[in-house]
């Protein structure tokens, strides 16, 4: 047998073996779902999630996994996925292996706010994807930010976005108080950036924080 003809053997047998796998995997679920009913995603720590430290995306990569179990089994409160626990902070140490339930999870309360530098006034605003500065997983506060202000414009023409503020000092961050509820933050501003800050957030512009390496 050829070089080219053994190649095309042991290609045609991995894709059967890969079939014959899917299909066993396949009937195992439907055998499952049979037995025990619909399967669900639950989630699961992969890792062991400490008491007070917020979960971060970056950290859920490798902290949290999804497993699907028959639904009468998953706990009350179960999460789905990684996105649920997103913020949060466990109240209690929840053990790698266990699953993580929207009772163990808190929203981080407001921290105690930075001192406010110079002639510098503290002005709080609800920003959007704040979720961003918390991805290198240790607390943002105290640190500065680079302020970007979105808004919308008229039938047919673009939104624009202009950084109105640069090297801000983020002196708290509060984290949603419940479901569909955002993120807000205090920052330390000279007054007319505190009126540009305040004029847009009523003027229905969406203010993002940038953070400064």
Known sequence: MSRRARALA???AAIACALLAAVVAGRYRDSLESRYGELRPVL?????????EPIARKRSQTALAVRRVPARFAPPGALRGPDEALGRA????????????DAQLVWPGPPTPAAVPGEKRPVQVEVAGAEALL??????EGG???????RQSGLGRKGDAEIVATGVKLLALAGPEGP??????TLAVGRAEALDLIEAQAG?????LLPRP
């Open 144 to 150: 500065d930010v680079d302020v970007v202000v979105s």
């Open 135 to 140: 991805a290198g997983g240790a607390s943002p």
């Open 90 to 101: 466990p109240a209690a140490t929840v053990p790698a292996g266990s699953y993580v339930l």
């Open 180 to 185: 569909g509820d955002g993120w807000s933050a």
């Open 204 to 208: 229905g512009g969406e203010i993002r």
């Open 10 to 12: 042991f290609a045609a």
């Open 44 to 52: 699961v720590a992969a890792e062991e999630l400490p008491a007070g």
